[in-house]
């Protein structure tokens, strides 16, 4: 597989052959022997050079795809050979990065020997030895198998960037933000959306505007960021943005208290595990700073 993907991406059997420290035979044979395997040419000459025939192509990407994933997977258990300690944490990608990640610098500081391993996923894991300690979830809790502990409850609100506001002007009410282009989530799941942050307003919304849809609370954060509209955001992902003055909260007034919250969660009994107490503390204790700061910021 590597003399194929040397060769491929060198086009030539000597330069492959350097690369992997052996001879041009060898790397001849071992792309006869493949050929010979899968019973069709990999490679054909065109005068002087050779180049890859239309089953080359087809086969390569995957080649190569096998090799970094393979790869990756090995260095995986290495790592964790080396340290099995590490303390696996999974949560969904925009928490991860609009809040836990910003954060983490705390902890590393507090705790310099625990090593935290990030792991994103939208999907709701099993906890086992494999995929992770400990886990952070948006929901309405009650995961009858595992430990939880509310961690965050947050706001939902809109906001956009202050050049945004210089060029449409300041909405005065709520109902001027259907004059806008608004920022969406094309994802169907439980969290709140622009029609149920109208209701809370008590206004009547009888067609959404055209707007430009993401499939990820992030990325329509990063539009509002970027002066493209005005985005739904939920307290924890947007502090800190309001704060450095990325972003504008408009209409504080509102208030619209999410229906889901945020969770630590574990496998029961490991709550209590050193490293994982450790993590689950300093969660809590910036979940609350959080929330302080944001009652602050309404206030």
Not at 52 to 71: K, N, Q, S
Not at 228 to 235: D, N
Request: proline letters at 5%.
């Amino acid at each position: 597989m590597r003399a194929l993907e040397a060769v491929a991406r060198h086009l030539s059997y000597t330069r492959a052959a350097e690369e992997l420290f052996v001879t041009q035979s060898a790397i001849s044979h071992q792309i006869k022997h493949i050929e010979d395997l899968w019973d069709f040419k990999l490679f054909e000459r065109r005068g002087r050079h050779i180049v890859l025939t239309e089953a080359g192509h087809a086969v390569v990407p995957v080649v190569r795809d096998f090799i970094r994933r393979i790869t990756s997977t090995l260095e995986a258990i290495t790592e964790k050979g080396e340290n099995p300690s590490a303390l696996r944490v999974t949560l969904l990608q925009s928490f991860a990065f609009k809040w836990l990640v910003p954060r983490l610098g705390h902890f590393n500081h507090e705790y310099p020997d625990i090593d935290v391993w990030i792991s994103t996923s939208d999907e709701l894991i099993v906890f086992d030895s494999e995929k992770a300690d400990v886990g952070i979830r948006l929901g309405y809790g009650r995961w009858g198998n595992l430990y939880e502990e509310l961690l965050l409850q947050e706001y939902v609100f809109p906001v956009c960037s202050p050049h945004f506001l210089e060029q449409y002007g300041v909405p005065e009410n709520p109902e001027d933000l259907l004059t806008l282009p608004l920022l969406r989530r094309n994802a169907v799941d439980i969290l709140q959306r622009w029609r149920d942050w109208f209701k809370d307003a008590d206004v009547v919304v009888r067609k959404m505007p055209k707007g430009t849809q993401f499939p990820q609370t992030s990325l329509a954060l990063q539009a509002a960021i970027d002066d493209q509209g005005v985005a739904l955001a939920r307290s924890a992902h947007v502090l800190d943005d309001v704060k450095a003055g990325r972003l504008v909260q408009l209409f504080p007034e509102v208030k619209s208290k999410s229906a889901v919250s945020y969770f630590f969660v574990c496998v029961p009994g490991r709550e209590s595990e050193p490293q994982i107490a450790a993590f689950r503390d300093w969660l809590m204790r910036e979940a609350a700073q959080s929330e302080k700061e944001f009652e602050e910021m309404l206030s």
